[in-house]
């Protein structure tokens, strides 16, 4: 079986997005495994690898050649000339960076859902820098879900160490209650289990968290949401014969013991799941968008503007991302796989 094509969107410019997909690029265990190809402005990924002593050059490919299906053979770039360089600093962010990182996010999608490439891998980008853009989506999980039509869909943290996915993601605190749903909470703990079952080969064991803290101690703390809303969930996947076990009170729920015993967490709400997850597997968690008609991972760290272009930046979480992308693109011979 051929290598499967992986897109990777070079996420904001001004970030440490072009830096580590030159490092994907220049890889010999990413090339050992996909063919990659970064979806972003060749001019700031040349520029980047100069500044950095890195090789930049790649065979530059037009948006027509990628939508016309020739066949990619090697490592790529596909010129998306969508950044205005009038002012553009590195490590500074701007209404152009965003709405550049916007439009490579968009192409991407475009050539998943035509077949084109494989999967699509994103580097970070910045949620104020799409903001100043005028574009409404609060994260990369939004858009996807938007683009591919799906209605049932969730953020998940994957990583051997620990694996967390949410009822709730990009909203404030004030709103998270007004979220949560027996509906809600149980397609979360379907998708999660779905996809751990995939990708280990076996019945996964989740844990459902609770909200409140002692996970509402029967009443005690919050408005039951535990019992009106978490426990009517867990027993509607336990009668489906999913594994499943909670709500557990989030402050023992990830101690070592239980982790070990665990293959994915089902969180209430994006620090109670982000916290442990960039505690324990900040270099090598993987980002995934569940219940899409296109496989979508992504790196598990933002664009951290501070140290852009400088040298710094750890390829780790985007070599994990593409790993798992290929082996969910092998794992239906190279074509997307709805995760959910």
Known sequence: MS?????????????????VCLYALNSMEVSGLCIPVVIGDADILKECAGKLAMNGNFPVLTDEVLGAGEKILQASIVEIPSLNRVGFKPGQISADTGAAAYDYIQRAIDAALAGQVAAVTTAPINKEALAMAGIKYPGHTEIFADRSGSDRWCMMQYSE?????FVTVHVGYAEVVKLLTTKRVLEVIELCAEALKRIRSRKPKIVVCGLNPHAGEHGLFGDREEERIIIPAIEAACAKGINVEGPLPPDTAFLPNKRR??????CMYHDQGHIPVKALAFDSAVNLTLGLSIIRTSVDHGTALDIAWQGKADPSSLYSALRLAVQLSYSNGCAALPLG
């Open 161 to 165: 160490e620990i694996t967390c996915a």
């Open 261 to 266: 015993a665990t293959d994915g967490y089902v």
């Open 3 to 19: 290598k499967p094509v992986i897109a990777i969107t070079m996420g904001d410019p001004a970030g440490v997005g072009p830096e």
